[in-house]
């Protein structure tokens, strides 16, 4: 079984950052792909960052230089550092990771697990 747990979400002002961690436990995320997702109300889940396992990273085009995904796979942490943020950045975010197979590279968004999520407020 698979267990993802993030925190780091709160409330900032636009231009604020926040840190999101995400722990990994339970399977070796050192070789496996990882990354961010989000929702926002009323919208659909959208692929934010992903950090496959040889260490490359892609972004979403809205995210671009100004969210940074990392991973400390010696504590098997998944990061994203979150700068410049924007009141349309509101949104649960939601680790994620795929099991069983690679991460499709079209798609920032190919997971197949996922946290419960942490909740991120952006006010103008």
């Not at 934010?48 to 260490?55: H, P």
């Not at 920032?108 to 991120?120: A, K, L, M, S, W």
Request: charged share 25%.
């Amino acid at each position: 079984q698979v267990y993802l747990a993030e925190s780091g979400g709160g409330a900032v002002q636009a231009g604020g950052s926040l840190r999101l961690s995400c722990t990994a436990d339970r399977f070796p995320s050192s070789n496996i792909d990882m990354g961010w997702s989000r929702r926002a109300d009323g919208k659909e889940r959208e692929g934010v960052a992903a950090i496959d396992s040889d260490g490359s990273t892609h972004y979403a085009d809205s995210v671009k230089g100004r969210f940074t995904v990392s991973r400390d796979n010696v504590k098997k942490i998944l990061y994203l550092q979150m700068d410049n943020l924007k009141p349309e950045d509101s949104a649960w975010y939601f680790c994620a990771a795929v099991l069983g197979r690679r991460r499709s590279r079209n798609n920032i968004g190919d997971f197949n697990q996922y946290g419960h999520g942490t909740r991120v407020t952006v006010s103008s």
